[in-house]
């Protein structure tokens, strides 16, 4: 069964103090995380191992960290590698975020070695692609974003794009209040999915969470998760708010 999954990414926010706070605040409000169902709390590097103290060990949660880097070890000065995260029990980590790629210069290829180094690491990215607003408006995203996954995924084995999780966050939407429609976000996650089948069989296409992002809230999850190909969401602004987050935890289907 496919998993369903509301990820949480802090991005460059909050103080320790005031992380500290909001991950007491959400494991004081009830949520309820199906056998198929994950959490998982992106933070700052300096707050992986305060994040993990706190939400270690509870069943389906999971502390993910936001970047790696490509290489193994060695003269990078202010890099963090695989090896260090999952010396630090973190088992996923966010790539190709649509920041990353335009304040960092983030490319395609970039992106293809830093999964490969996460996946011979155990370690599970959670692939970001989308299309900004001028490739929206020239109804061309279905081609970029092809290219993204072609560029970056393609070369993995079935086995390994089965380690992938996959969010769709049209740039357009992220931060801005303007969320992509759920028909919007259903149309472009089934032609994600239907790239993976011709790809690698429908099997496998199946059994990849593709999440969406972009200005998801508590009032509009259920409704973005209601979609056939939406399993789930990754969440900037509300997921700085425990209230918000559980309440998106909470409409996984
Ligand atoms: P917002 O939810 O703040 O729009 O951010 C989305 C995002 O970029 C998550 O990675």
């Not at 790539?95 to 290829?109: D, I, M, P, T, V």
């Not at 279905?142 to 995924?153: A, T, W, Y």
């Not at 056939?228 to 209230?243: F, I, M, R, Y």
Request: net charge negative; proline share 2%; hydrophobic share 40%.
């Amino acid at each position: 069964m496919r998993q369903k999954i509301a990820a949480a990414n802090w991005k460059m926010n909050l103080t320790y103090q005031q992380a500290e706070k909001l991950l007491e605040e959400l494991i004081a409000t009830p949520h309820e995380l199906k056998e198929n169902h994950l959490a998982i709390f992106a933070v700052p590097f300096p707050y992986l191992q305060l994040a993990n103290s706190k939400l270690g060990g509870k069943k389906n949660v999971f502390v993910a960290a936001q970047n790696c880097y490509s290489k193994k070890s060695g003269a990078y000065t202010g890099e963090v590698s695989v090896e260090m995260l999952t010396s630090m029990n973190i088992q996923y980590v966010i790539l190709g975020h649509s920041e990353r790629r335009e304040y960092f210069n983030e490319s395609n290829q970039l992106l293809a070695d830093k999964i490969n180094i996460c996946l011979e690491n155990n370690i599970r990215p959670i692939f970001c692609c989308g299309e900004p607003l001028n490739i929206r408006e020239a109804n061309t995203q279905n081609d970029f974003v092809g290219k993204q996954l072609q560029e970056s995924l393609y070369h993995l084995s079935a086995e390994q794009l089965q380690q992938i999780v996959i969010a769709y966050e049209p740039i357009w939407a992220i931060g801005t209040g303007k969320t992509a429609s759920s028909e919007q976000a259903q149309e472009m996650h089934a032609f994600i999915r239907q790239q993976l089948a011709a790809k690698y069989g429908n099997d496998v296409a199946e059994n990849i969470s593709i999440l969406y992002g972009g200005s998801v809230k508590g009032s509009n999850a259920a409704e973005l998760f209601s979609q056939k190909d939406v399993d789930g969401g990754l969440v900037g602004g509300a997921s700085l708010n425990a209230g918000e987050f559980v309440t998106i935890i909470n409409s996984l289907k």
